[in-house]
């Protein structure tokens, strides 16, 4: 994929397309914003810093990885539109699914910090950003291989490189940052972090290899 800016895709000719995306950053913009809608003072906060960031930092971090996260997202999002020539159903159908994911990650987000002990909820977190990460490599992987929309068609390895960066690398890396801070086990930790590097390693291989 490369990088363009925003008006050369406002400029393809595909009234459609561009609704599509408008409409998407729209979705982003608004999620992103909601993950402070829930950001409380600890109660019984004295008004001290030490006390903000010393009871504070359980939902301090889930922002900040969730912000992150939604980042990741639309850029990916934005990267896979740039390079998508016309408008399709199944193209519509898997960014509104996409979408649809983002917008539960205010929620998400607040179930890692409000419901107390216990991994369940960061279970549902990591799944929801598991789903959204392979959504969203479905949709990349539509528009690459089955109709053809994605120009320039780049070669096949490169094209399953992609799929799987956009697909994996987002829960992977997820999982990884919430897992050290819960002290996991080195070796699930070890094995997220390779996962990451061979989809990186992978991306810079195919890259030059079949420019």
Known sequence: MTDHSHEDLAHKGDPSLDRMLFFSDGVFAIAITLLSIELHPPHGWDGSLGMLVG???PML???AVSFAVIGVFWNSHRRIFLNMTRFTAGVFWLNLALLAGIALMPF???LTYQLGAGGGKFLIYLGLVAAVGMIQGLMYGYGAFLSDVIQPRLHWMRRV???LTVSLIPGAA???SLLAF???SPLVLFG???VIAFLIGLG???RRRYP
């Open 108 to 110: 998400a987000t607040s």
């Open 161 to 163: 490189s992609v799929f």
């Open 61 to 63: 971090m889930a922002f």
């Open 55 to 57: 009871e504070g930092w």
């Open 182 to 184: 819960a002290g996991a």
């Open 204 to 206: 810079i291989f195919t």
């Open 174 to 176: 997820c999982g990884l």
């Open 192 to 194: 997220l972090a390779a």
